[in-house]
């Protein structure tokens, strides 16, 4: 496997699935690694089209949201009863409830029974794993829930990751100086009170103070439309600025 970083775009909807838009989720490829990051409906299946989830190096969950975590419970079903079989548990990197909330779907009062499986292990602000030549840091971000940023390095190479995130000094440091920054520019425009998502200014704004290389705009609500979106925060960026899109696989 090439040791460059590329990112295939799996999901972009929000907040829900869409004919051939699933939500939230990518891959990440480098360092002899493959990482699913976020697994929302239907993004387990465009996983399938471009390698085998057996081949999972692992699984990482930016927030509990259902539109970046509910194909976990597909995963597992593919994994554990579908032929897709891993040699080994996949390790998942996610919030501390994840184990929980899926052990709830199958009316189990623990998550014992998916350890052989999927390997769940606590995200934390500042948590790293390393995969083959693929480093991965969480950083806490704003958001309503328990939420974490991504930062993945590989020979040289930074993706930064916003999932889901309002204006914060953590989300800056995260895409410092990274050479993409996969942000969500959910939102038109700000309620009072309200910093869990970002605009599309908030989004080239934070590109542009981070001194990142290019931006690509993902999770765009229904309030916008990707391409409005897009340009808008070009507009605050000022630099290289594209949609992401469903299947589309590109080097960092």
Same mark, same amino acid.
């Given at each position: ?77 593919? =994994? !554990? @009863?579908? /032929?897709?079989?891993? &040699? ?7 919030? #501390?409830? *994840?184990?929980?909330? +899926? ?55 930074? =993706? !930064? @990751?916003? /999932?889901?995130?309002? &204006? ?7 895409? #410092?100086? *990274?050479?993409?920054? +996969? ?70």
């Amino acid at each position: 496997m090439s040791p460059d970083l590329t990112l295939t775009v799996l999901g972009t909807a929000s907040p829900h699935p869409r004919p051939d838009q699933p939500c939230s989720g990518y891959l990440l490829r480098g360092g002899g690694a493959e990482v699913w990051v976020d697994a929302g409906p239907g993004s387990f299946a465009e996983l399938q089209r471009h390698t085998d989830p057996a081949r999972l190096s692992a699984i990482w969950i930016s927030h509990l949201h259902a539109d970046h975590d509910a194909d976990l419970l597909s995963a597992f079903y593919g =994994l !554990a @009863y579908g /032929g897709i079989t891993a &040699p080994t548990p996949v390790p998942v990197y996610a919030p #501390r409830e *994840a184990t929980q909330r +899926l052990a709830g779907f199958f009316g189990r009062p623990d998550g014992s029974f998916l350890a052989g499986t999927l390997d769940f292990s606590p995200l934390y602000d500042g948590h790293t794993a390393r995969h083959g030549g693929l480093l991965l840091t969480a950083r806490a971000v704003v958001h309503d829930v328990e939420a974490y940023g991504l930062r993945a390095e590989c020979e040289g190479r930074v =993706l !930064a @990751y916003s /999932g889901d995130s309002g &204006p914060c000094a953590a989300l800056t440091a995260l895409a #410092r100086d *990274a050479d993409l920054f +996969l942000c969500e520019a959910d939102i038109d425009r700000h309620h009072e009170g309200e910093q869990v998502h970002l605009t599309p200014e908030d989004a080239g704004g934070t590109a542009r103070e981070a001194g990142v290389g290019r931006l690509l705009v993902t999770h765009v609500g229904p309030t916008l439309t990707p391409e409005s979106a897009t340009a808008r925060a070009a507009s605050a960026f000022g630099g290289p600025t594209a949609t992401a899109r469903v299947g589309e696989t590109g080097a960092v």
